[in-house]
Each structure stands twice: as structure tokens, then as C-alpha cells.
Nanobody, 124 residues
Framework: QVQLVESGGGLVQAGGSLRLSCAAS????????LGWFRQASGKEREFVSA????????DYADSVKGRFTISRDNTKNTVYLQMNSLKLEDTAVYYC?????????????????WGQGTQVTVSS
């Protein structure tokens, strides 16, 4: 059974930082593209960041460029999202996702496996 489990969410003041982690069981991240998406209350799920199978290609939503960094550690079967300079509008449930393929994508429909999400709340 495939499980992706996010951790690292929480409450942080605006301008602060959080590091999200997503670890998998029943699925190897090696060779697969990975992504982070988020969904704020009352809004649609939106793309945040993605990394290709090798880690050599990354993509970011314009709203997080320069503030968020995605990385992966295949030896730990884990993907990370370092979030700096957090803003109120970053408040959302953050989901990690994995594709069967190795090319990163900003489309949620391209991903085959999803975590249960972790809440990030940014306060003023």
C-alpha cells in the first residue's frame, strides 16, 4: 500500500519559515517526479512546486518564487519544501504528490499518488 505522509506544518508568523517533509512508503521516489500543491479554504487546489526525477529541474508558482525551495533525497525517499518569508496568503493545506513518470508537472492531474496534507497557517 502506497502512503505519502507530510509533516512540518504548523502555525508561524508572517515572515517566518517552515520546512515541510513528505516521506513515502510502498513507493520509491527514485525515478519519479514529485510535487507540492496547496489548497486554501474555499479555493481550488493550486500548484506550488515540482522537481523532476533527478532533481535537476524544478518549477515554482510565481507566487512562491524566490521564497520556497523544493528538494529531494532519494536515499531517504523524502521530498522537502523549504518555505521562507511566509505570507498570510500562504495559509493552506499543503499536499505532496508523486508521479509514475519522471518529468515534473504543474498539473495536479499528472500526479498519481497523494499525501493527506499538512496545515500551514501564517498569522500576522
Amino acid at each position: 500500500q502506497v502512503q505519502l505522509v507530510e509533516s512540518g506544518g504548523g502555525l508561524v508568523q508572517a515572515g517566518g519559515s517552515l520546512r515541510l517533509s513528505c516521506a513515502a512508503s510502498g513507493l520509491t521516489f527514485r525515478g519519479r517526479a514529485l510535487g507540492w500543491f496547496r489548497q486554501a479554504s474555499g479555493k481550488e487546489r493550486e500548484f506550488v512546486s515540482a522537481v523532476n526525477w533527478s532533481g535537476g529541474s524544478t518549477d515554482y508558482a510565481d507566487s512562491v518564487k524566490g521564497r520556497f525551495t523544493i528538494s529531494r533525497d532519494n536515499t531517504k525517499n523524502t521530498v522537502y519544501l523549504q518555505m521562507n518569508s511566509l505570507k498570510l496568503e500562504d495559509t493552506a493545506v499543503y499536499y505532496c504528490a508523486a508521479r509514475l513518470g519522471g518529468v515534473d508537472s504543474n498539473r495536479w492531474s499528472a500526479y498519481d499518488f497523494w499525501g493527506q496534507g499538512t496545515q500551514v497557517t501564517v498569522s500576522s
